[in-house]
Every structure is written in C-alpha cells, then in structure tokens.
C-alpha cells in the first residue's frame, strides 16, 4: 500500500469542527482512500473511504484533493467520544494485497470539553 | 447493529502452551481477518480467509499459527506454542465484500499475555 502521512497529534475542543490532515503524494490513480479509528482499549473502526469525489456519512466528511496527493477527514462537532486515534489508508484496487488493511502510527486526536 | 465479537477478552497462558481465540464473524461475511497490535505498537495484519483459504498472510503469519473456520459462524486463530513476544491484543475483522472499497469491521479484540 502506498505510504500516507499524518500528524502525530492534534487536539480540538468539543463540540467545535476537527480537520484531521492525511499526505499521500505517491497515490497512484486508483487507489482508495480510507480511515479507520481506534478508540482507547477497542479494535480499529471504519470511518469513511473515498476515491476522488467528497464524501459524506453519518459519521465524518472525507474531503479529497483535486490532485488526490492529500486528504482531510472533516468531523463536524466533536464530542469527547471522538478522541481517538485515526488512520489514514489507501488501499490499491487490485487483486490479491487489498484484502489487508495497513496501519501506520495515525493521529492521536485530543478532545477537550 | 451487528457486530464482530470475539473471545475470551483475557486470555492468560503459560509460554509453551497452545492458545485458541476465537471469533464470530458479522453473519452475512464471508472476507475474514486477523491482525494484532503488541502494546504501544502498530495494528499489524496477520492474515485475511476467504472460501475456507487463507487468502493471503504476512511474515508474523509462520507455522505456529493456523486459521479455521469450524463452522458456519465461528472463525478461530490458534498459536500452537506460544512464545513472549506473542503477547499481544489480537483483533478478528470480516468485511461482506472484497476489493479496495470494502470496509472491514473489527470485533473488541483479544488480549493475549504469554507468561
């Protein structure tokens, strides 16, 4: 899987918008992009994917680049549930290597109420 | 909301000894994973199942561990000689289709301590 870049560490305040920042300049032109949490003490999370157009759940926005060399994981009003770690990873649209997902150290994110 | 769960939540075992944890899978899944996360560290993958294969495995992945699927719900990784540095939060996930868009949903994990 292609390498992605994340600051180590953010904080926000609760109930104010969090913009979590993901680099990944060597992206290749179909490759996905996706985040996963892992909140203290429970297994990783799906939060969102998306490959070249914006995106939008329940949980998180994903806004990506035109040139896709980097992304932004939007959530909208934190809560101090959301303090957690989040990962950025992009997954190759082939056979075989996408069944796994790839962990890098992702972003420890601090909610302070 | 279904969901992945695993268990035991705790396992504790003497080095040496064989270990079975077990998962059950979201129901409609057929895409099974296994990854671990030693403590302060990286979620490593272990190994991804599909069709009663393993489908692909990396190097931590050697000939102590092993897979199954016994039955139609269940999904079990097992370490047949535990060493130390197996000591770890192991992590079962299943996802309802392959390919890079598929989301892979992750149980509470395993926390295994080799003394």
Redesign the interface.
């Known amino acids: 899987d292609a390498k992605t870049t994340q600051p180590n560490s953010m904080e926000s305040n609760e109930e104010e918008p969090v913009h979590l920042p993901c680099n990944h300049s060597t992206i290749s032109g179909t490759d996905y992009i996706h985040w996963y949490r892992q909140l203290p003490s429970q297994g990783p999370e799906y939060v969102i994917h998306g490959l070249t157009s914006n995106v939008n759940n329940r949980m998180a926005s994903l806004a990506i680049a035109e040139d896709r060399k980097s992304s932004t994981l939007i959530l909208h009003r934190a809560t101090l549930r959301d303090a957690a770690v989040y990962y950025c990873i992009l997954r190759e649209n082939s056979g075989g290597s996408n069944y796994k997902l790839t962990f890098g150290k992702g972003t420890l994110l601090t909610v302070n109420p | 909301e279904p969901e ?1 769960t695993q268990t035991p939540s705790h396992q504790v075992t003497q080095m040496g000894q064989e270990v079975i944890l077990r998962c059950v899978p979201i129901s409609n899944h057929l ?1 099974f ?1 296994w ?1 671990r996360q030693i403590l302060g560290q ?4 272990l190994v ?1 199942f ?1 069709n009663n294969e393993i ?2 495995k ?1 190097e931590i992945f050697d000939d102590q561990f092993s897979v199954e699927r016994p039955d139609g719900s269940n999904f079990t990784l097992k370490i047949r000689s535990t060493k130390l540095e197996d000591s770890a939060m192991y ?1 079962c ?1 299943s996802s309802g289709r ?4 598929s ?7 395993t926390r295994l301590t080799v003394t």
């Open positions: 992945v895409y994973y990854y990286k979620v490593e993958f991804s599909y489908s692909e990396s992590f996930a392959q390919g890079a868009r989301e892979q949903y992750f149980g509470p994990g």
